[in-house]
């Protein structure tokens, strides 16, 4: 008998970051053979929806997967993408109330369903640990190369001409306030180029309690996908410098987008980066000027890293972790 596979769509409804592009990503390719179920709720609603109707929307023996971290814990039929355990390890980076939530809930959701996708070794390694689970499968976040490409065009008004870009969160994760104090070291040697930092705080952080902007620093918000290709592509080079990331898709969206990318060794970055980007080190800090600064003055270093980056990018892919996912849900 073939049992049903159910989507849990809570996340369709929440603005694309990388946990969203990573559901969207692998839905559009399997979304043929599945159900999804959606709801317009969000926060406190979300919750309550994800938790109480989602249920009675299943038959007894539909398989749910919830690809954004969290589902309803009384589904034992379950697959569940765990993303990352920041909430859990640096509860300090968020609102109060959202890590006191997730430390409570998460480890209960993990011990329940049968089996955990994660978008790393990295966090793989994390959860087996913390929540002796066996059935750990990592499925890797993937890049559209027909959106993220060199030739992407930047269509954003009263960008500057030449740009330093990060994107993401705006967050203490992040370290955002390292890149700013590495820029401030270096923007003199280079006075037609400016800092972007593309991404909006949300809600369940933390405030990043940035410093006052220096000199030639810009902050767009959020850059929705019919501009963020052309943002990577025109970039001088991109900083990742987190302190922790479950796997660092804009890394990755910036490598297939022909931008050279530096990121630091948090978490899953160097899994991901390989060679095909300068990785500094967060134990020593100042390294992140002295990367940047060689990146901006070493031309043959920048081409050598966009063609190591455009070919490490084409092996990340939605349709190989997608077929993972729809095997195992399946099996």
């Known amino acids: 008998m073939t049992r049903e596979i159910v989507v849990n769509g809570r996340f369709l409804s929440r603005r694309v970051t990388g946990v ?8 559009s390719l399997i979304r043929d053979g599945c159900r999804v179920e959606e709801t317009r709720a969000n926060g406190v609603a979300g919750h309550v929806w994800e938790q109480f109707i989602l249920p009675l929307k299943l038959n007894p023996d539909s398989i749910l997967w919830s690809p954004a971290n969290t589902g309803p814990l009384t589904i034992r039929n379950q697959a569940l993408t765990i993303h990352d355990l920041s909430p859990l390890e640096h509860p300090e980076w968020f609102k109060k109330n959202y890590a006191a939530w997730v430390r409570l809930f998460l480890p209960i959701l993990a011990r329940r369903v049968r089996m955990i996708f994660t978008p790393s070794d990295h966090v793989k390694q994390k959860v087996m640990t913390r929540f002796g689970m066996k059935n750990v499968i990592v499925t890797r976040n993937g890049v559209d190369t027909s959106k993220f490409h060199p030739d992407a065009k930047q269509n954003m008004p009263l960008l ?3 740009y330093v870009l990060f994107v993401g969160s705006i967050e203490p994760r992040k370290n955002l306030q390292l890149l700013l104090q590495a820029w401030n070291e270096i923007k003199d040697d280079f ?9 909006t705080s949300g809600n369940v952080f ?7 902007p220096t000199d030639r620093v ?12 052309g943002l990577y592509a025109n970039a001088e080079l991109f900083v990742l410098p987190s302190h922790d990331e479950g796997f660092g898709l804009p890394a990755l969206e910036a490598m297939a987008c022909g931008t050279p990318v530096i990121v630091s060794n948090g978490g899953a970055l160097p899994e991901v980066i390989g060679d095909a980007g300068l990785i500094f080190d967060l134990s020593a800090p ?3 000027s002295e990367r940047m600064q060689e ?16 070919a490490r990018a ?6 190989r972790s997608a077929e993972l996912i729809w095997s195992k849900l399946n099996e």
């Open 20 to 27: 969203e592009r990573y559901g969207h990503g692998i839905l």
């Open 218 to 229: 810009r902050f767009p918000g959020y850059v929705d996908d019919e501009s963020l290709a």
């Open 191 to 199: 006075k037609e180029t400016w800092l972007v930092i593309a991404g």
């Open 160 to 162: 500057p001409k030449q």
């Open 314 to 319: 084409k092996h990340f892919t939605w349709h």
């Open 286 to 288: 100042a390294t992140l």
């Open 295 to 310: 990146l901006l003055n070493n031309e043959s270093l920048r081409t050598s890293l966009i063609e190591k980056g455009l």
């Open 206 to 212: 933390q405030n990043a309690n940035l410093p006052q």
